[in-house]
């Protein structure tokens, strides 16, 4: 069932056409006609109309000329042309054009034209349909990206402000017992607060287009490693690093860094403290098309259960307490849009070996 | 005295300003430190310091995230302030935020010399003090 009677607008020089069509379709369809464009026009403005039917042939604008003149300020209602045969070029060049939905051979058969009334009716529904829920959903992605930048500070404020007191209790030297607890206050606050990272990172990914820039792999190891320095276990781990880059590379560095981090984390993370010489290794070599990065380490490994899904996202083991099974999705997430590519190998009680591939900007 | 350095912390967080107070101290930056909630406060004190031919070495950690008049309308409110006032301050942005956009929009302001993230860590903005003594 319609919701209305579908509205169509006829515009014809010859008011003979106009009263035999309104004389073949008045019980079915509100129909509005006029032998001038300027009216055709106002009755666009006063009503919602949803198909316009224009003559081709007219002594002062042609249909098609006539469509050209109403497509910016009325687009939803679908066009068709009524012509005779002889017109066929100028016809064949606005449907191509896109700016008739069909056309209507004169003398029209009343059976056809009903059928193409019809149809051209639920083609204008389904683009108000798409048009709805394209509004829609472009609603619901504004109000994400402000729920991820109110993320990114309401939620991180607090934490941020928590991680400072801490710091400062540490500070001002407080007996061992209160250090422990602050320890594990601050702990908690760090997993935390990677994970709103993490959330905000996966958008941020998803959302921003590239940035391209040179990159140089000693600066950028650098600094990834010293924002690890100081979390929890990293004191035990021996970060080792080896950076061959002679020519220039380009890339983007955000993306980068997304990747890096949430790699040398895990290898942080996922040490095995029973051995005692843990280390982790992050190499690149640098190429002309692309640039190699190997992170491998000798921590506890990966069994082969796990090894297929590590990268899914909220994938973690029920042993594992530590994941937040986000962080090796980004890292997924990121080298796609970079077009490069993440492999990773291990061997349980080992260790783990990540190469990832990007390809050089230039 | 006057030659020694000023802190200005402009920083809605009363618990951040706290804190960052301490730090600062403990770290022995300075220990002429002054903090403002409202950013207007703060321009007005430098105002009034600069009248008074007070602190000549300003340095000023401007939060990002505040109710009112935040940190980036607070950066355009200093732009507007006369050389002679501006040329004894060094504006570092302070946040929590990791927002791409926030990041770019800050480090593009000439008026900024650097992001910094919360918490503040003092030992990375002593060396870039030092680094960067006028």
């Known amino acids: 069932m319609r919701p209305h009677k579908i509205r169509i607008l006829y515009l014809d020089d010859e008011e003979n056409n106009l009263t035999s069509f309104k004389a073949a379709f008045r019980r079915d369809y509100k129909i509005f006609t006029t032998t001038t464009a300027q009216e055709a026009v106002q009755i666009l403005t006063d009503n919602e109309i949803h198909i316009v039917i224009s003559d081709q042939k007219m002594p002062n604008i042609s249909g098609v000329e006539f469509f050209e003149l109403i497509v910016p300020d009325f687009p939803e209602p679908i066009r068709m042309l009524l012509t005779g045969y002889a017109d066929i070029e100028a016809v064949i060049d606005a449907i191509n054009k896109g700016q008739v939905y069909r056309y209507i051979a004169k003398p029209w058969n009343e059976q056809e034209l009903k059928m193409t009334i019809e149809n051209a009716y639920d083609v204008f529904l389904t683009r108000q349909q798409i048009n709805e829920k394209n509004e829609a959903l472009e609603k619901a992605y504004t109000e994400l990206e402000k729920f991820v930048y109110s993320a990114s500070h309401d939620l991180r404020a607090p934490l941020v402000s928590i991680l400072g007191v801490i710091k400062l209790a540490r500070t001002e030297n407080p007996d061992n017992q209160s250090m422990q607890y602050f320890q594990m206050i601050e702990k908690n606050v760090n997993r935390l607060d990677s994970f709103v990272q993490n959330i905000i990172h996966y958008y941020q990914n998803l959302k921003n287009g590239e940035i391209i820039s040179a990159i140089n792999f000693d600066n950028l190891f650098m600094e990834v490693l010293e924002h690890y320095a100081h979390y929890d276990g990293a004191s035990e781990v021996e970060f080792k690093r080896s950076v061959n880059q002679s020519g220039e590379f380009n890339s983007d560095e955000l993306r980068l860094k997304m990747i890096l981090n949430n790699l040398v984390s895990n290898a942080i993370k996922y040490r095995d403290p029973n051995k005692s010489d843990q280390y982790f290794n992050l190499t690149v070599d640098c190429q002309s098309d692309k640039a190699v990065i190997e992170i491998s380490d000798n921590g506890k490994g990966i069994d082969r259960d796990s090894i297929g899904q590590i990268f899914d996202m909220f994938f973690h083991k029920s042993e594992d307490n530590v994941s937040t099974g986000i962080g090796l999705y980004i890292v997924k997430e990121a080298v796609e849009k970079l077009e490069g590519t993440v492999d990773v190998s291990s061997e349980p009680g080992q260790g783990a070996k990540f190469v990832v591939e990007i390809p050089n900007r230039s | ?134």
Request: hydrophobic share 45%; net charge negative; proline share 1%.
């Open chain 2, 1 to 134: 005295m006057k030659d020694q350095m000023n802190i200005i912390l402009v920083d809605d967080n009363d618990i951040d300003i706290v804190v960052n107070t301490k730090l600062l101290k403990l770290a022995n930056i300075t220990d002429n430190i002054v903090s403002f909630n409202r950013c207007e406060n703060a321009l007005d004190w430098l105002a009034e310091n600069h009248a008074q031919g007070g602190f000549k070495d300003n340095v000023i950690l401007l939060d990002i995230q505040m109710p009112g008049t935040d940190g980036f309308q607070c950066l355009e409110k200093y732009t507007q302030l006369s050389e002679e006032v501006k040329i004894s301050c060094r504006v570092f942005m302070l946040s929590s935020s990791i927002d791409r956009g926030d990041i770019e929009r800050s480090e593009a302001n000439v008026d900024v010399i650097k992001v910094l993230e919360k918490p503040l860590d003092v030992y990375l903005f002593k060396r870039l003090l030092a680094a960067e003594s006028l």
